[in-house]
């Protein structure tokens, strides 16, 4: 652990800690969720589109091996985004934290887990200053990191979760030390947002022979491969490697016939999304008849839209599942 340590009482003695006048960070921005509290200056800013997070969810204490640790955690993956600031002297770190809980209840989160001070554990605050907020995550002066040093014994705690519009689960959590010895006031805050995880990145191409083994066990095999722009018809490049496996199949077994069904989600009207399905499938077949030499009478294309999902709707990685074309025996 990185030690910390406060300054001796005769270097702080000179000059109050100034609010910043402005954010220090660059390219930092509140998070769309929740702002932040008035008056505060932005010192620290950081995001990842899919990460795995860890939020404290219980006391710190000692275990069993005789090591600290928290009494429960949450283990998460998604979109994670950690804001610091500095807030004035002038204000206390329970007015922060009251006003933090009363937005959050507004938006519909309830609370997981909360403390303050002692009853946050022993170590609550040594945790966040060494694995958070202490100079590696908050750059620049001395100062815009110094409130959660000396404040890391008057700390203030509160995990929230809830659910987006879109049916995704989101978590947050509020971390807060209060003015201590002339110094600014702290706030940190988490917010992971579940989603699927951008995909495309690496290829992973279902091949022929895993194609026939699930034909063989289902009658039908889903592939995920082929790609459309949003809300078009025209077969992607990207397609070309799950293209080529398709057509392999076929050539494997010369008495194969397939429907080529498209499939999308419940997103738009359903009307709508029945012609898409439909013309995508079409294409798919146009494809394999003039690039890959499948006899097109072997194929008959259907849409069928949104009736017949593979997952939920409701949050966005289940949407991405139902998004796909099937092989279904003729």
Avoid at 148 to 161: I, S, V
Wanted: positive net charge.
């Amino acid at each position: 652990m990185r030690a910390y340590h406060l300054l001796p009482l005769l270097l702080c003695a000179a000059a109050h800690a100034q609010m910043p006048a402005q954010d220090t960070v660059k390219g930092g921005k509140d998070h769309p969720l929740l702002s932040r509290f008035e008056g505060s200056k932005m010192v620290g800013y950081g995001l990842k589109e899919f990460d795995e997070v860890m939020l404290p969810a219980g006391k710190r204490v000692e275990n069993k091996g005789g090591q600290m640790a928290f009494e429960n955690a949450l283990q998460l993956e998604g979109k994670y985004t950690r804001m610091a600031y500095n807030f004035p002297r002038e204000r206390s770190a329970l007015e922060v934290m009251r006003n933090y809980q009363a937005a959050l209840d507004k938006a519909g989160l309830k609370t997981v887990f909360a403390c303050a001070k002692e009853n946050c554990g022993k170590g609550f605050g040594e945790f966040f200053l060494d694995k958070r907020v202490g100079d590696h995550f908050i750059q620049g002066s001395e100062a815009s990191w110094a409130p959660f040093n000396y404040g890391r014994d008057d700390e203030r705690y509160l995990l929230a979760k809830g659910t987006r519009p879109d049916g995704s689960l989101v978590h947050v959590a509020v971390y807060s030390v209060a003015p201590v010895q002339d110094k600014l006031g702290g706030i940190y805050v988490e917010i992971v947002e579940a989603k699927a995880m951008e995909g495309g990145k690496v290829s992973a191409n279902m091949n022929a022979s895993d194609m026939a083994k699930g034909i063989a066990a289902d009658g039908k095999v889903a592939v995920y491969g082929v790609f459309f722009d949003t809300d078009k018809t025209d077969v992607k490049p990207e397609s070309k490697a799950a293209l080529a496996e398709m057509a392999k199949l076929l050539q494997q077994d010369a008495k194969l016939k397939l429907y080529v069904v498209g499939h999308t989600d419940n997103q738009g009207a359903l009307a709508h999304n029945l012609e898409l399905s439909q013309k995508r499938a079409e294409s798919v077949i146009k494809v394999l008849a003039a690039d890959y030499k499948v006899d097109a009478k072997r194929l008959s294309a259907k849409g069928v839209a949104s009736y017949a999902p593979a997952a939920s709707n409701d949050a966005e990685a289940g949407r991405e599942k139902n998004r796909r074309v099937e092989l279904v025996k003729q």
